[in-house]
């Protein structure tokens, strides 16, 4: 018996040496997840975040991309803090991953306790930059400017609403611009998601919203609620009349990152694993379309490129967060 397997190994080594010598590549087994992902979302149902992962994963089971379903996992409280902190407690795990937003960078800042260190995530790869618009109802018809918003909101003052996602957040970043650079004082009431959001203006339980366009689109086509102008570089094809605040004046660009995330301490082959497959969603059609039809911007970033971003935007964000006085 002894021999005999001796024997079969000396076979196979030997097949092995030829092959190399030969220029013939030996065929080795790349990392694949082994049970479910755990597709974490650090926001609410019905908002942008939830309605990209939710495709995402789609994506990945209608092409059989991957060998294991991918599983959406809602975690919006305390505005991201408890995806946060999920996560940190996923030290070294293969098989959950987050997809995120600005409070990625925010909440962290605004609560050192957690003890989150965005630096220790693993990049995997930013799939889009999302875009924010003022929205208001389309029943306001004395408001079909910038200008015509401002008078209305300095009139109405603190009553003035303005919904938005969790307290200090993205929205609210934006409330705050807003109020400074026109002079208001509205009041930024904070909800558990961006559809919910977006269903508060449609139902005229708030007078504004800071939207993206993903959240708000369904009842802007509905003719329900209207965009007065974009926080982007540019007009955004979608809205072409709907101005930039620089076109207006005012030079403020503000972006949010759709990014998906690995757990601390993931290994380079679960990682490059994950780059490789969401690159392959990136490319796809499907992803494609989705980001023109919800005005989704930003290139494809990965691995150190992304980190520097991280870093870079995380900085950006303290400053803002000083500024409006959420951070000393």
Request: charged share 25%; aromatic share 10%; net charge positive.
């Amino acid at each position: 018996m002894f021999k005999t397997q001796h024997t079969l190994r000396k076979v196979v080594c030997a097949v092995g040496v030829s092959a190399m010598l030969a220029g013939i590549p030996v065929i080795g087994h790349a990392w694949e997840p082994q049970k479910p992902v755990e597709f974490v979302v650090m926001a609410g149902k019905g908002g942008g975040a939830d309605k990209a992962v939710r495709l995402l994963q789609s994506i990945i089971a209608a092409d059989k991309m991957a060998p294991v379903p991918f599983t959406p996992v809602n975690k919006p409280g305390g505005s991201g803090a408890e995806a946060l902190v999920h996560m940190k407690g996923k030290q070294g795990d293969n098989h959950t991953i987050m997809f995120t937003l600005n409070s990625f960078y925010t909440t962290p800042l605004r609560q050192p306790g957690l003890g989150i260190d965005i630096a220790t995530f693993t990049p995997v790869a930013r799939m889009a930059e999302d875009t924010f618009l003022l929205w208001v109802h389309s029943d306001r018809k004395d408001i079909n400017s910038v200008a015509d918003f401002a008078k209305a909101a300095k009139a109405k003052g603190n009553k003035w609403i303005m919904a938005g996602t969790g307290k200090n957040s993205e929205d609210n970043l934006l409330t705050d611009f807003l109020n400074k650079a026109y002079g208001l004082d509205m009041k930024y009431v904070p909800y558990k998601g961006g559809g919910k959001v977006a269903k508060e203006l449609a139902g005229k339980n708030a007078d504004s919203t800071v939207n993206n366009p993903s959240e708000q689109l369904g009842f802007y086509e509905a003719g329900t609620t209207k965009a007065l102008a974009s926080f982007t570089d540019k007009r955004l094809p979608l809205f072409p009349n709907a101005p930039t605040f620089k076109e207006l004046g005012k030079d403020y660009v503000y972006y949010m990152q759709r990014t998906v995330v690995g757990a601390p301490g993931m290994s380079k082959e679960a990682a490059a694993y994950y780059e490789g497959l969401f690159t392959k969603v990136f490319n796809s059609p499907k992803w494609q379309d989705y980001r023109n039809k919800k005005s989704l911007q930003g290139d494809l970033l990965t691995g150190d490129a992304l980190m520097s971003y991280w870093k870079r935007e995380r900085d950006v964000h303290e400053i803002m967060l000083k500024e409006m006085g959420a951070i000393k």
